[in-house]
């Protein structure tokens, strides 16, 4: 399948370290987008990379993209315990059409 | 808030009941999308909407019914469900995807459970 995989599935860290999640995917992609869900809510937007880039940021949050290895990674500098939610990368190879993985479980610890 | 409601919030339903699930987006996007997510497992789209026209449907059990009656809203209608069918749906709107950079905004879900 296309699904986006993340790993880890699970990652707890304390307050003021980076964490860093990985995705992995099969096919050929025009974007990859990063998505954050608290719990039991709707996901939120985070930060897209289009296939011909390979590095975005956006305040503490920066984003790699390697099409050759069909991975990317999401790095949060200095975690807050506000960040605690689950990730999810999310896959668009054509329109319309998006695949998202079953997410990293972060939790940041005071 | 990110402009995409969805009603109601919880809902806790038999297997012969048949209820509906709203969404309404104030965000004048042309696509609206219903997807399932389900404990432990990846969110899986179910439904696509462009300019009310139905572009994409995921293999859903014909006991899942969508309806867009204008590009503001849309529904689920449910009819005959499963215990598996427990979960949280979630709603998302979205511009036009005729181009490769869109990002979904989403509802904050219903959670439905089937007894």
């Known amino acids: 399948s296309q699904q986006g995989e993340e790993d880890p599935q699970a990652l707890s860290i304390q307050e003021g370290e980076n964490a860093t999640m990985n995705c992995s995917y099969k096919t050929s992609i025009n974007n990859l987008q990063w998505y954050r869900q608290n719990s039991g809510r709707g996901l939120v937007h985070l930060i897209l990379i289009r296939s011909n880039e390979r590095e975005k940021h956006s305040g503490r949050l920066r984003v790699t993209l390697d099409t050759s290895k069909k991975s990317s990674s999401l790095l949060i500098t200095a975690s807050r315990a506000a960040d605690t939610a689950s990730y999810f990368c999310a896959t668009a190879s054509n329109f319309n059409k998006f695949y998202f993985g079953s997410g990293t479980k972060l939790n940041v610890k005071p | 808030e990110t402009g995409v409601t969805q009603t109601p919030r919880h809902l806790v339903m038999g297997m012969t009941n048949k209820k509906s699930l709203k969404c309404e987006q104030h965000?004048?996007?042309?696509?609206m999308y219903w997807y399932k997510q389900s404990a432990k497992k990846p969110l899986e789209l179910m439904f696509v909407?462009?300019?009310?026209?139905?572009?994409e449907n995921n293999s859903v059990p014909s006991r899942f019914s969508p309806e867009c009656p204008n590009s503001s809203h849309l529904f689920l209608h449910l009819h005959t469900l499963q215990p598996e069918d427990s979960a949280l749906y979630l709603c998302?709107?979205?511009?036009?995807?005729?181009?490769?950079?869109?990002?979904?905004?989403f509802g904050p879900g219903t959670r439905l459970t089937v007894t």
């Open positions: 965000l004048g996007h042309n696509a």
């Open positions: 998302a709107s979205s511009q036009e995807p005729t181009t490769s950079s869109y990002e979904q905004y």
């Open positions: 909407y462009n300019f009310k026209e139905q572009t």
